[in-house]
């Protein structure tokens, strides 16, 4: 009998504890899993949309996707995982230039978006135009900057270029470094 009761005794003071501790653990995996699932899941997901960003009534631009995802919290964003393209307008509401890319993330509180994966900046006007594989626009200050490569597309030139400043229309632009070809005229002396 007395054999028994050790075994009990030692049951009950070391298992039994490891026991409760294992239980009152299980609840606080699942907290943390329900708190990894929300802040990794977006509060809203739709299919091709269309946003108008506008200002004092004024069309700015037309943002459409074929998927957007809204993440709320402390920094709200929107995402954007399968590409977007984005109508630029000037003043009197004609498409002045377009931004596309394989991937977008936009910042909501900021205004700033942040552009992936073939990125393309087009002047509708001048048919200038960039390609890089990253970007970002900021609404506020209507610019547009990459720090990474990129190769700038115009009637008479193309260059390569490392870094980049520009305005959204893409009518003027300030870089790093530069490499290309240009046609030069020759002068007639």
Known sequence: MVHKEKVLL?????????VIL??????????VDIYIHEKTSPSMSAKDIEVTFSDSGRIQAKLFSP???RYGGKEPYMEFPKGFRVFIYDSAVHVESTITGNYGKRLEASRIME????VIVRNEITKKQMNTE???WDENKRMIY??????ITTADKVLFVEGLESNESFTWYKFRRVTGEMMVKKDSI
């Open 22 to 31: 294992l239980s009152g653990c299980s609840d606080d995996l699942k907290t």
């Open 134 to 136: 990253e970007l970002t």
């Open 146 to 151: 990459s720090n990474v490569k990129v190769k």
């Open 67 to 69: 998927l957007i995802n």
């Open 10 to 18: 030692i049951f009950i003071f070391l298992f039994l504890p490891a």
């Open 115 to 118: 552009a992936k994966g073939n």
